[in-house]
C-alpha cells in the first residue's frame, strides 16, 4: 500500500530522490545544482516521514478525536451489564454473557470465545453464589492483577451456600453493586470518577420509583398468599408482604433441576384447586412437563399468572424491568390480569 503524505505519495518522492543522486553521477558540468536538488528533495522526505511517524504514534496513543480508550467490561449476566453501562456511560464497551430470557440459565456452558472475552476484560461482573459458577473458573484460571471483579455475592457479604441466588430481585442490590462498579472505573480512570459517581447517583434516585412500587402493594396487598415455580422472584414478594405458601423444598427442587417430592407437588396443586392464592409467579426460563401442568392448572382454576425471568428481557433496563415485574404483580392482586410474558 502506498502511504500518502501532503499530497505526495512516499513512492514519488523516494523515486526523486534516487533519480536526483543518479543525475548527479552522470552530470558533471550541473552536479552542484542537482545536488542541491537532491538534498531539497531529502529534506522534504525527513520532514513527511517524521509528520508521519507523530501521527502514527498518537493514532496508539488515543481514541478518535482525543478520548481515551473505553473501559471493556464484561458481565456474566445482562443486568448486571446494563447497570455498568448505566454507571460507565461513554468511557466504557459493555459485553454480557447471558442474554437470551428464553434459555435455561442454570444450563448454560461457556464457550473458549467466553473464557478469551473474559481473559481481555479491565472490569467483570458478576453475581456469585453459584449461579454463575462457570465465570469464577474462568476467571480463576486467568488471574490478573490488571483486571477489577465485581461479585454481588462479596459486595453484599452473603455466604456461599445463599438459598436463592436471584439477587437482583431484591433492591437493596444493585445500589451497592453500582457504587463497587462506579469505585472500580475510578480506578481504571481516574479522570473520570466524577463522571462515574455523577451517574450512580442518578441511578440510585431512579430506583425510588421501584421502591415506591413495592411500599404502595405492600400498603394495600400485605399478606397476599402467593404461589411460584421457584424462587426466582421471592425477594421481592418479601419486600411486598406477600406470603408465599410453595414449600420451599418444592422451589429448591426445580430451581436445581431435581424431582420435587409427591408430596409437595400435591402441596402445590392444592393452592390452585383450593383457591388458596391469589397469584402464581412462573418462570419463563426454566420449563417442564410439570411446571407446564402447574402453569395449565393455574389458568383452568383462574388463577392470575405473572411469568417472571432470569434473563433481562429485550428492550428493558434493570429499572423498568423491574417495575414491569411489580406492576404485573400488582395488577394480578388488583383486577386478576395476568401478564404470562413481558
Same mark, same amino acid.
Given at each position: 500500500?502506498?502511504?500518502?503524505?501532503?499530497?505526495?505519495?512516499?513512492?514519488?518522492?523516494?523515486?526523486?530522490?534516487?533519480?536526483?543522486?543518479?543525475?548527479?553521477?552522470?552530470?558533471?558540468?550541473?552536479?552542484?545544482?542537482?545536488?542541491?536538488?537532491?538534498?531539497?528533495?531529502?529534506?522534504?522526505?525527513?520532514?513527511?516521514?517524521?509528520?508521519?511517524?507523530?501521527?502514527?504514534?498518537?493514532?496508539?496513543?488515543?481514541?478518535?478525536?482525543?478520548?481515551?480508550?473505553?473501559?471493556?467490561?464484561?458481565?456474566?449476566?445482562?443486568?448486571?451489564?446494563?447497570?455498568?453501562?448505566?454507571?460507565?456511560?461513554?468511557?466504557?464497551?459493555?459485553?454480557?454473557?447471558?442474554?437470551?430470557?428464553?434459555?435455561?440459565?442454570?444450563?448454560? !456452558? &461457556?464457550?473458549? %470465545?467466553?473464557?478469551?472475552?473474559? $481473559?481481555?476484560?479491565?472490569?467483570? =461482573?458478576?453475581?456469585? /453464589? @453459584?449461579?454463575?459458577?462457570?465465570?469464577?473458573?474462568?476467571?480463576?484460571?486467568?488471574?490478573?492483577?490488571?483486571?477489577?471483579?465485581?461479585?454481588?455475592?462479596?459486595?453484599?457479604?452473603?455466604?456461599?451456600?445463599?438459598?436463592?441466588?436471584?439477587?437482583?430481585?431484591?433492591?437493596?442490590?444493585?445500589?451497592?453493586?453500582?457504587?463497587?462498579?462506579?469505585?472500580?472505573?475510578?480506578?481504571?480512570?481516574?479522570?473520570?470518577?466524577?463522571?462515574?459517581?455523577?451517574?450512580?447517583?442518578?441511578?440510585?434516585?431512579?430506583?425510588?420509583?421501584?421502591? !415506591? &412500587?413495592?411500599? %404502595?402493594?405492600?400498603?394495600?396487598? $400485605?399478606?397476599?398468599?402467593?404461589? =411460584?415455580?421457584?424462587? /426466582? @422472584?421471592?425477594?421481592?414478594?418479601?419486600?411486598?408482604?406477600?406470603?408465599?405458601?410453595?414449600?420451599?423444598?418444592?422451589?429448591?427442587?426445580?430451581?436445581?433441576?431435581?424431582?420435587?417430592?409427591?408430596?409437595?407437588?400435591?402441596?402445590?396443586?392444592?393452592?390452585?384447586?383450593?383457591?388458596?392464592?391469589?397469584?402464581?409467579?412462573?418462570?419463563?426460563?426454566?420449563?417442564?412437563?410439570?411446571?407446564?401442568?402447574?402453569?395449565?392448572?393455574?389458568?383452568?382454576?383462574?388463577?392470575?399468572?405473572?411469568?417472571?425471568?432470569?434473563?433481562?428481557?429485550?428492550?428493558?433496563?434493570?429499572?423498568?424491568?423491574?417495575?414491569?415485574?411489580?406492576?404485573?404483580?400488582?395488577?394480578?392482586?388488583?383486577? @386478576?390480569?395476568?401478564?404470562?410474558?413481558?
Amino acid at each position: 500500500m502506498t502511504t500518502k503524505a501532503n499530497g505526495l505519495s512516499m513512492q514519488m518522492i523516494l523515486i526523486l530522490d534516487i533519480g536526483a543522486v543518479v543525475s548527479v553521477r552522470r552530470m558533471g558540468p550541473t552536479r552542484r545544482v542537482l545536488l542541491s536538488a537532491a538534498g531539497r528533495v531529502r529534506s522534504i522526505l525527513a520532514v513527511l516521514v517524521g509528520s508521519m511517524l507523530v501521527v502514527v504514534a498518537g493514532c496508539g496513543a488515543v481514541a478518535p478525536n482525543g478520548a481515551h480508550a473505553r473501559i471493556t467490561v464484561v458481565a456474566a449476566e445482562n443486568e448486571y451489564g446494563n447497570v455498568a453501562g448505566q454507571i460507565g456511560g461513554k468511557y466504557v464497551a459493555v459485553a454480557s454473557v447471558e442474554t437470551n430470557p428464553n434459555t435455561d440459565p442454570h444450563t448454560f !456452558e &461457556a464457550s473458549p %470465545a467466553v473464557a478469551r472475552e473474559l $481473559a481481555a476484560a479491565q472490569l467483570v =461482573v458478576i453475581n456469585g /453464589v @453459584g449461579y454463575d459458577a462457570w465465570a469464577q473458573k474462568m476467571l480463576n484460571a486467568s488471574p490478573s492483577r490488571e483486571r477489577e471483579v465485581v461479585d454481588a455475592q462479596s459486595v453484599l457479604g452473603l455466604p456461599a451456600d445463599t438459598e436463592n441466588p436471584h439477587l437482583w430481585y431484591n433492591l437493596t442490590t444493585m445500589p451497592r453493586v453500582a457504587a463497587a462498579i462506579a469505585a472500580d472505573l475510578a480506578k481504571l480512570q481516574p479522570a473520570h470518577a466524577s463522571y462515574f459517581q455523577a451517574n450512580l447517583t442518578a441511578f440510585d434516585q431512579s430506583l425510588e420509583a421501584w421502591d !415506591e &412500587a413495592i411500599a %404502595a402493594f405492600k400498603a394495600k396487598y $400485605a399478606g397476599t398468599a402467593v404461589a =411460584v415455580t421457584e424462587p /426466582v @422472584g421471592d425477594y421481592l414478594l418479601q419486600a411486598a408482604g406477600c406470603d408465599i405458601l410453595t414449600p420451599w423444598s418444592f422451589q429448591a427442587a426445580i430451581m436445581n433441576g431435581t424431582d420435587p417430592s409427591p408430596q409437595d407437588v400435591t402441596l402445590e396443586e392444592s393452592l390452585f384447586n383450593d383457591h388458596r392464592v391469589k397469584v402464581f409467579l412462573y418462570n419463563q426460563q426454566v420449563t417442564d412437563s410439570l411446571t407446564a401442568s402447574l402453569l395449565a392448572l393455574a389458568e383452568k382454576d383462574g388463577i392470575p399468572v405473572v411469568g417472571v425471568y432470569e434473563t433481562m428481557p429485550t428492550g428493558y433496563t434493570y429499572q423498568s424491568w423491574m417495575m414491569a415485574e411489580t406492576n404485573a404483580l400488582e395488577r394480578a392482586v388488583a383486577d @386478576g390480569t395476568s401478564t404470562t410474558k413481558l
